[in-house]
T-cell receptor, first 116, second 115 residues
Framework: AQKVTQAQTEISVVEKEDVTLDCVYETRDTTYYLFWYKQPPSGELVFLIRRNSFDEQNEISGRYSWNFQKSTSSFNFTITASQVVDSAVYFCALTGPSGSARQLTFGSGTQLTVLP | GAGVSQSPSNKVTEKGKDVELRCDPISGHTALYWYRQSLGQGLEFLIYFQGNSAPDKSGLPSDRFSAERTGGSVSTLTIQRTQQEDSAVYLC?????????????FGPGTRLTVL
């Protein structure tokens, strides 16, 4: 019923380059929530953003920005002027009423490596 | 504490042994979740608690897996007769309450290795 696809398994960029991480989702719910989490080498998942399905306004937080487009079922994440500390695995996730037990359905993650 | 804590951070066990993994959620969070992260399967949901009850246990991979939560706080995930395919990082998360709106805050995980 719910699925999240992160087609980019690994991305490598040089510091200061911009990079976009793609996320495409599938759900039959009309109300749902999308999330991005960051997992640095330490292993702990860090919450970055939550977006509900009725709010398509793009969001910017410092060097991070998110582009939510319901028409294409995408919720892409852009890091501007990337830094070495941005190196991590990034997960896109989805939750909604049809997902049993309120759990997050995660994509497979994108490993981002920022080279100095 | 300020965040979700899990213990032990690493556990190495022999095939066939039982293991217990512990999760201490953020104070005041009524919902608690267990996930498993392995190379082949990504992040898989196992079970969640609202208070002390677990409304849905369908994510548990087999009857060797069980979990409980007491006092609306600490939770224990038990794996009986461990198998090599149980090797993974077990992540715990908590949220203010179970609901699609609430973001989940994750602990550092327990890395389980079954020899």
């Amino acid at each position: 019923a719910q699925k999240v696809t992160q087609a980019q398994t690994e991305i490598s960029v040089v510091e200061k380059e911009d990079v976009t991480l793609d996320c495409v989702y599938e759900t039959r719910d009309t109300t749902y929530y999308l999330f991005w989490y960051k997992q640095p080498p330490s292993g702990e998942l860090v919450f970055l953003i939550r977006r509900n399905s009725f709010d398509e306004q793009n969001e910017i937080s410092g060097r991070y920005s998110w582009n939510f487009q319901k028409s294409t079922s995408s919720f892409n994440f852009t890091i501007t002027a990337s830094q070495v500390v941005d190196s991590a695995v990034y997960f896109c996730a989805l939750t909604g009423p049809s997902g049993s037990a309120r759990q997050l359905t995660f994509g497979s993650g994108t490993q981002l490596t920022v080279l100095p | 504490g300020a965040g979700v804590s899990q213990s032990p951070s690493n556990k190495v066990t022999e095939k066939g042994k039982d293991v217990e993994l512990r999760c201490d959620p953020i104070s005041g969070h009524t919902a608690l979740y267990w996930y498993r992260q392995s190379l082949g399967q990504g992040l898989e949901f196992l079970i969640y608690f609202q208070g002390n009850s677990a409304p849905d246990k369908s994510g548990l991979p087999s009857d060797r897996f069980s979990a409980e939560r007491t006092g609306g706080s600490v939770s224990t995930l038990t794996i009986q007769r461990t198998q090599q395919e149980d090797s993974a990082v077990y992540l715990c998360a908590s949220s203010v309450q179970a609901g699609t709106y609430n973001e989940q805050f994750f602990g550092p995980g327990t890395r389980l290795t079954v020899l």
